[in-house]
């Protein structure tokens, strides 16, 4: 199970214990800031694209979306999901709890700028009832990121 994987990538950091798990799914945005009790934006989610043949992933805060335009000059091609299936079997994580922890390797990690407002995020941990509470920095640093990027639109804040 993928949460496992997390847990144990965090164990190499002592931070195994700071892994959120709920009784409530926190799949999506909405569900896992109710479970957070937070706002939208703080919900760090990880969207799954496909450029160049390869798995990518962006990291951005909850309440923004991807700009296609933005996204076009940054990664030079359309912006094209993974489909769940393809998530699961390139990422090594379900829709749902798809994170940029102890993911496939070759997969990269992209932070998006509409995560920088916020002193501290929820990205989940491999399953649809998980998240940890990261700083930024800490974000940075367990993410394995490869650059910022600026790759969305309307953020409420």
Request: negative net charge.
């Amino acid at each position: 199970m993928a949460i496992e994987a997390v847990k144990e990538y965090f164990r190499k950091y002592g931070m195994e214990d700071r892994v959120l798990e709920f009784d409530v799914s926190s799949a999506t945005v909405e569900l896992a800031a109710e479970a957070l009790h937070c706002e939208p934006g703080r919900i760090a989610k990880t969207l799954s694209f496909m450029v160049d043949d390869a798995p990518i992933l962006v990291v951005a805060a909850g309440d923004a979306r991807i700009d296609n335009h933005k996204y076009k000059e940054q990664f030079q091609t359309k912006a094209k999901m993974l489909t769940p299936q393809e998530a699961e079997t390139l990422v090594g994580h379900a829709v749902g709890g798809v994170c940029p922890f102890a993911v496939r390797e070759g997969v990269r990690v992209y932070l998006d700028q509409s995560l920088k407002r916020f002193r501290t995020v929820f990205p989940a941990c491999g399953s649809s009832n998980s998240a940890i509470e990261l700083t930024i920095a800490e974000l940075e640093k367990y993410s394995g990121y490869v650059a910022w990027v600026d790759v969305c639109k309307d953020m409420a804040g």
